[in-house]
């Protein structure tokens, strides 16, 4: 990616070949991102079969957990 990118600096804006550098590089997000959400699924399909239970918890807020203890507090 470093490559790409140093590349595609070097090259005119606007020109044919910083064109197709864009291209190149927007292939290598793709098979970066490809790679993470199998890895994901592959984990998340290994949980299921083995656990008999599987719990999601939402995240509180920062700022929300900060204003309750600031309260709390005073």
Do not use: W
Not at 3 to 25: C, E, F, M, P, W
Not at 29 to 41: A, E, Q, S, V, Y
Not at 43 to 72: G, H, M, R, W
């Amino acid at each position: 990616m470093k490559v790409l990118h140093r590349r595609r600096a070097k090259k005119q804006h606007g020109s044919n070949k910083a064109y197709k550098t864009n291209i190149l590089i927007a292939k290598k997000h793709k098979k970066i991102r490809n790679k993470r959400n199998d890895c994901l699924r592959k984990i998340c399909k290994k949980i299921s079969i083995n656990s008999d239970l599987a719990v999601l918890e939402n995240q509180i807020p920062v700022t929300e957990f900060e204003n309750q203890e600031y309260d709390q507090i005073s």
